[in-house]
């Protein structure tokens, strides 16, 4: 017989909205006990994301259920691929998963409250905003099966925290905590209270806007891509675009008549 545990998927979103009325997404890891991401993960997680791209929120919070955020891969997933396979793998995951989660118009934040793991961290790494518990530990252990983590995870720390930072976390295999990568600005904030605080931080960006922080992690890109002369290059025009939106004209005529802090925003 086949439990009701075991007929769940092993990631699943829900959408609700803010007290504002924003719409929010809840993307979930829980395969429980280890949260592994074998096949039926990484399937869930895809669909997932293309759920989100079809259909963006106004802010995105990606979490785990459980002891663990994710303990890593399951090593079924490599067992036997050719040279081309592997290939095809890694491309797949990034072209279904790291790449359109990570230009997905809107803020998307990361909580890790325990441990977290590979292509677990590897995701972290692609959100905009990664908070976790001071309990939480992260590390890229793939040299314990010969491979090097392959889904964004050394570029991205090395964005983060530096190459030579990078190079050190990989090579080593070893787990850092929360504070040490809080320190080496990988992890943006330590919260007793993970959860509720990256949930009232999704809720706080839902809220704001929407169009504005698209208009932000689009010129960041573009420094990521082409360095500060590309990125001064795309500004302009991703950015005077802003004032086409109903929420920059309502928010500068909130500011003229009664002060700051005073405006709401749509997402349009």
Known sequence: ?????????????????TEAGAPVAVLTFDAPPLNLFGQAMFDA???AVADLVANPPRALLLRAEGKVVSAGVDVHVFDGLTVEQGAELWRTLFTRIIQPLETL???????AHGLT?????????????????????FGLVETVVGLTPSMGGPQRLAERAGSGRARELV???DLYDAATLNDWGVVNAVHDDVDAAARELTARLADGPTR??????????????????????VTPEVSGALFGTDDLKGAVRSFLDVGPGKATYTGR
């Open 117 to 137: 793991l590979t292509a677990a961290f590897e995701i972290a790494l692609a959100c905009d905003i990664v908070l976790a518990g001071p309990r939480a530990k």
């Open 212 to 233: 504005a922080h698209d208009a932000t992690k689009r010129i960041v890109s573009a420094w990521r891509s082409g360095g500060i002369e590309h990125a001064d290059s």
């Open 105 to 111: 118009p809107c803020p998307v934040v990361f909580a």
């Open 171 to 173: 090579m080593t295999g």
């Open 45 to 47: 997680v895809t669909a």
């Open 1 to 17: 017989m086949t439990s009701s545990t075991e007929n769940l998927p092993p990631a699943r979103l829900e959408r609700s909205t």
